[in-house]
């Protein structure tokens, strides 16, 4: 079971870095994927990490948003910078059981096992 932690009220152009990971939990054989739902919008894939290392995240995040992982390969990051009012969202991690190691994907649909997410607020 992914858990998604790190989410919080924070003033706009502030910080924070969400958790993702599972106690006791290799996420070796995962790619990881954070995605986000505001209140009455669809599920919206933020950023993804490959079972290499590799990256991709979506342009309406790019350049303030940054996915990482621990060398442990046990917990995935996500730092937010520059936090806007609009990024005010429920914010879910994802796991992609032993896919191809370079495979990068932000479509929900793709992932089959979902964190309980943690709610993100930026005030104005």
């Known amino acids: 079971q992914l858990q998604a932690s790190g989410g919080g009220l924070v003033q706009a152009g502030g910080s924070l870095r969400l958790s993702c990971g599972a106690p006791?939990?290799?996420?070796?054989?995962?790619?990881i994927g954070w995605f986000r739902q505001a209140p009455g919008k669809e599920r919206e894939g933020v950023s993804c990490i490959s079972r290499t290392g590799t990256t991709f995240t979506a342009d309406s995040v790019k350049g303030r948003f940054t996915i990482s992982r621990d060398n442990a390969k046990t917990t995935v990051y996500l730092q937010m910078n520059s936090l806007k009012p609009e990024d005010t969202a429920v914010y879910y991690c994802a796991g992609k059981s032993r896919p191809i190691y370079y495979w990068l994907d932000l479509r929900p649909y793709e992932y089959d096992y979902w964190g309980q997410g943690t709610l993100v607020t930026v005030s104005s």
């Open positions: 006791g939990f290799s996420l070796d054989s995962y790619a």
